[in-house]
């Protein structure tokens, strides 16, 4: 059964948590307007039906389901990343990637799915079975799966709760089933106590919860910095992320130099 796009933009806004009187305010309309819109007394302009999501914050792919409820063409195309319309976005990615090295940085799309990576992730991947780095490889998975990254990080459970809450923040905005389904598998695996005990403390004070992970010995600090492109105007752009892992503490950023020289 099609759904409307008043129904849908009613979930839009109790998910938001956003009155129709506020979200006429907002979108330069009336309460009743929004009203009519909602119970299908009024139908929307294409322009009424971007505007109301802007202002809910839709994320592109979900604006296309209202305005095809609407009963308007898609706005947002939803281009490969491997189309040759891509060829400038990619190699941007990829030089921005490489000029980051030594230190790890990584693209992922809406579901984590790494679309592109540096020689720093790569490092950190080192010794992993083979089923986790099957292509496609995702993010989070090889992050908190006990045979993957997990055994590895020593502040594991500060971290996991880091991830999972992005993950629920993330799934507060979208309607992403692939992404709940992800969340549901990776929050469900087990967590083992580290040996030894809590991280010890260290001298460097950190400005940020830090990614503290063993390699070859060694602990390695990384804070984490996620980018994303400024008003994307297609499906596949507009759910891609940029995470770079910045060096936390001094003697991670000359092993990482040291690699490099």
Do not use: C
């Not at 914050?57 to 990343?81: E, I, M």
């Not at 950190?124 to 993010?139: C, D, F, K, S, V």
């Not at 403390?201 to 390699?215: D, N, T």
């Not at 984490?224 to 936390?248: K, R, Y």
């Amino acid at each position: 059964m099609t759904t409307s796009v008043g129904a849908l933009l009613r979930t839009w806004r109790k998910r938001r948590g956003i009155s129709q009187l506020e979200l006429a305010g907002r979108a330069d309309s009336s309460s009743r307007h929004i009203s009519f819109v909602e119970n299908g007394r009024s139908r929307p302009s294409e322009e009424m039906v971007l505007r109301l999501a802007d202002h809910l914050d839709v994320p592109v792919r979900d604006r296309n389901a209202l305005l095809v409820a609407a009963g308007y063409a898609p706005r947002y195309a939803h281009t490969p990343l491997d189309a040759p319309a891509m060829d400038a976005l990619r190699e941007g990615l990829e030089r921005l990637l490489t000029g980051y090295e030594p230190y790890p940085a990584l693209v992922v799309d809406g579901t984590y799915t790494v679309v592109a990576a540096n020689r720093g992730i790569a490092m950190l991947l080192e010794g992993l079975p083979e089923h986790l780095l099957t292509p496609p490889l995702n993010a989070v998975r090889i992050t908190l799966h006990p045979e993957g990254l997990a055994p590895r990080i020593h502040n594991f459970a500060q971290w996991r709760g880091h991830v999972l809450a992005q993950m629920e923040r993330q799934l507060a905005l979208s309607r992403s089933e692939p992404l709940r389904a992800l969340y549901e598998e990776v929050s469900a695996y087990p967590v083992r106590e580290r040996p030894g005990g809590a991280e010890p403390r260290r001298s460097v004070p950190y400005v940020a919860l830090p990614l503290v992970i063993e390699h070859e010995g060694r602990l390695l600090s990384f804070v984490s910095s996620v980018s994303t492109f400024n008003t994307p105007m297609d499906v596949t752009v507009a759910e891609l992320a940029i995470e770079t892992m910045l060096p936390a503490d001094p003697a991670t950023a000359k092993y990482l130099r040291s690699l490099a020289d």
